[in-house]
């Protein structure tokens, strides 16, 4: 059964990173076009401190969090595999581990996501009053961290590295785990 379910999120993620190719070059205006490519950050480097706006329009940074690891958690409405994990990923983000947050970003408007209007109405509809979730609306910084599907994971250590970026889901006992070596 472990098989089954490894090759069906594998040819779910080949989906989803094939369908994002299909639809990010249509979507893209001629200004964006020619706009030079974003340079992406690569493990072991600082993290570029973003500033993205909480649901509630706070805003949010990575230096905000300086001293603390931080775990990213990249998704979308349309993610079968996202939508599944929300529960756990709202359950960690209620009691993350010791000197530790978690949060998670969304792009509107970027590799199909619903404009932010939208997923506001959509995701009051559902039971996770409390968990963080930060748009990054031109859906650079993500782009910043070589995001291509959903969901994705980045973890940040407590001085601001990236240490790891990963596509597919994690489990909140790998996160944890994951955190815990940082």
Known sequence: F????LLSLVVLMACGEEETKKTQAPQQSPKQQQ?????QIAVGKEAPDFTLQSMDGKE?????????????????????????????????????????????VIAPGVNREKNLDDFKEWFSGLDYKT???????????????????????????????VV???????????????LETL
Not at 35 to 39: F, K
Request: proline share 7%.
């Open 2 to 5: 472990a098989g089954l379910s």
């Open 35 to 39: 706009q030079t490519p974003v340079q």
């Open 60 to 104: 949010v940074k990575l230096s905000d969090y300086k001293g603390k690891k931080v775990y990213l958690k990249f998704w979308a409405s349309w993610c079968p595999i996202c939508l599944a994990g929300l529960a756990d990923i709202n359950q960690l983000a209620d009691m993350p581990p010791k000197d530790a947050v978690v949060l998670t």
């Open 131 to 161: 968990l963080p979730v930060l748009v990054d609306n031109n859906g650079q910084f993500l782009k910043k961290l070589g995001i291509v599907g959903y969901p994705s994971s980045a973890f940040i250590d407590a001085n601001g590295k």
């Open 164 to 178: 790891r970026v990963q596509p597919g889901h994690v489990t909140n006992e790998d996160i944890v785990k994951t």
